[in-house]
């Protein structure tokens, strides 16, 4: 199965910062990544597609980048709304992976 | 708009069965391909079957569907207190677009 180590696990943000989730693939997955958000108590919601498409409705402070091992999920500037946990998710192949997830907390 | 309406919170003990139901609007389920998800506690986000089931979901799992009611299950049996999550039904046409709410399944004697 194909392995995806999100980094960090956490980190500390305040309103206005540029912050970046990175996910590392175990093998090429080309660019069949997404990313979601989750809050508490919610389901996961989709942000991007494809490591760099936005999904529709999605604001534009959010940004994919990455193909083959290493991915990045970009928030421009972080808005209070962003404060959650983001998860990549490789569909190249099966079983499909999560990665252990980023809880963006505010500073 | 795609809609997925899951079924209510269980409560089970260890050893037996739960049927979670992922009833499906706004599209066939004949053209969507539904994924099973869950999360444990404070944990991550847990694929365990669409196309094929996760191996260590394996013998432990069924996907079924209804196309009549335009319904998806998923049963899971052999509950051990490790299964107690959240369960999601997942699909969508260029990744998981679209969620179920959750179905709460807790396992305790």
């Known amino acids: 199965a194909i392995q995806m180590t999100q980094s960090p696990s956490s980190l500390s943000a305040s309103v206005g910062d540029r912050v970046s989730i990175t996910c590392r693939a175990s093998q090429d997955i080309r660019k069949n990544l997404g990313w979601y958000q989750q809050k508490p108590g919610k389901a996961p919601k989709f942000l991007i597609y494809?490591?760099?498409t936005l999904q529709s409705g999605v604001p534009s402070r959010f940004s994919g980048s990455g193909s083959g091992t290493d991915f990045t999920l970009t928030i421009s500037s972080l808005q209070p709304e962003d404060f959650a946990t983001y998860y990549c998710?490789?569909?190249?192949?099966?079983?499909?992976?999560f990665g252990g997830g980023t809880k963006v907390e505010i500073k | 708009q795609v809609q997925l309406v899951q079924s209510g919170a269980e409560v089970k003990k260890p050893g037996a069965s739960v049927k979670v139901s992922c009833k499906v609007s706004g599209y066939s389920l004949t053209e969507l391909s539904i994924q099973w998800v869950r999360q444990a506690p404070g944990k991550g986000l847990e694929w365990m079957a669409g196309e094929i089931t996760a191996q260590k979901f394996q013998g432990r799992v069924t996907m079924t569907e209804d196309t009549a009611t335009n319904t998806a299950y998923l049963d899971l049996n052999s509950l051990r207190s490790e299964d107690t999550a959240v369960y999601y039904c997942a699909t969508g046409l260029v990744g998981l677009d679209y969620w179920g709410q959750g179905t709460l399944v807790t396992v305790s004697s």
């Open positions: 494809a490591a760099s």
């Open positions: 998710l490789q569909d190249y192949d099966y079983p499909l992976t």
